[in-house]
Nanobody, 123 residues
C-alpha cells in the first residue's frame, strides 16, 4: 500500500484548504482511511476517518463541523476539506490506511502511512 499526501500550505485563520491522499497498491473497498495530525511538541492525534465501502465517517472533537473527509473511488483518493481554519490547526497532516471495515481512531491500528503534509495557519 502506498499513500501520497499533498495539499498543505500556508493559510490565514478562517481560510480553507483541501488535502489529498492518493492511494495505490490495493483494492481499497474494504479499507478504512484516516487522517491524523501532529503539531510541534505534541503527540499525533486523530482527525477523521472514512470507511471506503459505505462512506461512513467519524471526526475528532476539535474538527467537527469544520473538516470534511471524503473519497473518490475512481481516483483512489481521500480528501480532507478544512474550513474555518484556526492557528491551532497548524500541524503535519498524515493519511493512513487499515484493512478493516471497523472504524477506529487509534493510530496504532493503522499499519500503512503516507508522508505528511504541513499545514500552517497564521493568525
Amino acid at each position: 500500500v502506498q499513500l501520497q499526501a499533498s495539499g498543505g500550505g500556508l493559510v490565514q485563520a478562517g481560510g480553507s484548504l483541501r488535502l489529498s491522499c492518493a492511494a495505490s497498491g490495493r483494492t481499497f473497498s474494504r479499507y478504512s482511511m484516516g487522517w491524523f495530525r501532529q503539531a510541534p511538541g505534541k503527540e499525533r492525534e486523530f482527525v477523521a476517518v472514512i470507511k471506503w465501502g459505505d462512506g461512513f465517517t467519524r471526526y475528532g472533537d476539535s474538527v467537527k463541523g469544520r473538516f470534511t473527509i471524503s473519497r473518490d473511488s475512481a481516483k483512489n483518493t481521500v480528501y480532507l476539506t478544512m474550513n474555518s481554519l484556526k492557528p491551532e490547526d497548524t500541524a503535519v497532516y498524515s493519511c493512513a490506511a487499515r484493512q478493516s471495515a471497523l472504524v477506529t481512531t487509534a493510530l496504532r491500528s493503522y499499519p500503512y502511512w503516507g508522508q505528511g503534509t504541513l499545514v500552517t495557519v497564521s493568525s
